[in-house]
């Protein structure tokens, strides 16, 4: 079964700094692998997905996410928060077979803190 | 384009009754997946509805079941409801079957079970 693992539970990171969220995932194969951000009493907003091809991915809002097959690993990064960035982030995992009938696989989250 | 709409945006209900909750989709799109996000958890998937028929399912009881509507709106009907059904219940919508299309998620349903 498949299963997705992020590390931090919370993270504190200050205005203007860096940021790397993680996520390991365990698969049979390459999964299709996606990010997501959920503000409090909102619905998730995709940020990127991989699905094949380049392993560093843009998205939205600055974020990019790179994919590494011999680590399992989506870590999501951005160059420069903005106290609008927290929130709680999830990656997920999909299926590539089965239309979506297995849905996406989520982790726990990491609630992101923005220090002023 | 109207996003992804849930209805009621809070419920309050008791053990044992039943609930149902409502989602429209977004325009065009003919999957709906449904998702239960207990607190502090990540959303966990309920089961997938495509053109009207349940397409796949999570590890969730048969309490849990569901319709889609020819205008693709879809219900999620939780029975004999427990105080662990208390939960952010999301809806998603996409444009067809495939893996990899994008899945939008409605604001989602509180239910809260007493």
């Known amino acids: 079964a498949q299963s997705v693992t992020q590390p931090d539970i919370h993270i504190t990171v200050s205005e203007g700094a860096s940021l790397e969220l993680r996520c390991n995932y365990s698969?049979?194969?390459?999964?299709?692998l996606f990010w997501y951000v959920q503000s409090p009493g909102q619905g998730l907003q995709l940020l990127l997905k991989?699905?094949?091809?380049?392993?560093l991915v843009q998205g939205i809002k600055g974020f990019e996410a790179e994919f590494k097959r011999s680590q399992s690993s989506f870590n999501l990064r951005k160059p420069s928060v903005h106290w609008s960035d927290a929130a709680e982030y999830f990656c997920a995992v999909g299926a590539r077979s089965g239309g979506g009938a297995d849905g996406l696989t989520f982790g726990k989250g990491t609630h992101l803190i923005i220090q002023p | 384009e109207t996003g992804v709409t849930q209805s009621p945006t809070h419920l309050i209900k008791t053990r044992g009754q039943q609930v149902t909750l409502r989602c429209s989709s977004q325009s065009g799109h003919n999957t709906v997946s449904w998702y239960q996000q207990a607190l502090g958890q990540g959303p966990q998937f309920i089961f997938q509805y495509y053109r009207e028929e349940e397409n796949g399912r999570g590890n969730f009881p048969p309490r849990f079941s569901g319709l889609q509507f020819p205008n693709y709106s879809s219900e999620l009907n939780v029975n004999a409801l427990e105080l662990d059904d208390s939960a952010l219940y999301l809806c998603?919508?996409?444009?067809?079957?495939?893996?990899?299309?994008?899945?939008?998620f409605g604001p989602g349903t509180r239910l809260t079970v007493l």
């Open positions: 998603a919508s996409s444009p067809g079957l495939a893996s990899h299309n994008e899945q939008f």
């Open positions: 698969y049979g194969a390459t999964p299709y």
């Open positions: 991989y699905f094949s091809g380049d392993t």
